[in-house]
C-alpha cells in the first residue's frame, strides 16, 4: 500500500517561503505521479502542482505558476514543493497525492488516487 506523509507547513508571513516535503514508501508501480493539493476553509479542493517520477515533466494551477516550484529526489522517494512569494490566499491544508501514471493537468482536476493526511499552510502577518 503507497504511503504518502506530508511536511513542512507552517505560519509565514506574506511575501514569505515555505517547502514542503512529501515522503513516499509502498511503490507498486515502476512510474507515478506526485502531486500537491490544497483546500482552504469553505473552498472547494484545487491541484497546485504535480510531477512524473519517469521523466519528471510538471505542470502547475495558473495561480502557483512562477511562485511554486514542484521537484523529486528519487532515491529517497521524495517530493518537494518549494512555496514563495506567498500570499495570504495560499493558505490552506496542503495534501501530497499519487497516481500510478504520468503528470497531467487532467490529474490536478480529478485527483489521484493515493492521499496523505495533510499539512497546513497559513500565510500572515
Known amino acids: 500500500q503507497l504511503q504518502l506523509v506530508e511536511s513542512g507547513g507552517g505560519l509565514v508571513q506574506p511575501g514569505g517561503s515555505l517547502r514542503l516535503s512529501c515522503a513516499a514508501s509502498g511503490f507498486t508501480s515502476d512510474y507515478y505521479a506526485i502531486g500537491w493539493f490544497r483546500q482552504a476553509p469553505g473552498k472547494e479542493r484545487e491541484g497546485v502542482s504535480c510531477?512524473?517520477?519517469?521523466?519528471?515533466?510538471?505542470y502547475y494551477a495558473d495561480s502557483v505558476k512562477g511562485r511554486f516550484t514542484i521537484s523529486r529526489d528519487n532515491a529517497k522517494n521524495t517530493v518537494y514543493l518549494q512555496m514563495n512569494s506567498l500570499k495570504p490566499e495560499d493558505t490552506a491544508v496542503y495534501y501530497c497525492?499519487?497516481?500510478?501514471?504520468?503528470?497531467?493537468?487532467?490529474?490536478?482536476?480529478?485527483?489521484?488516487?493515493?492521499w496523505g493526511k495533510g499539512t497546513l499552510v497559513t500565510v500572515s502577518s
Open positions: 510531477i512524473s517520477s519517469s521523466d519528471g515533466s510538471t
Open positions: 497525492a499519487a497516481d500510478p501514471t504520468v503528470c497531467t493537468y487532467y490529474l490536478l482536476i480529478v485527483g489521484m488516487d493515493y
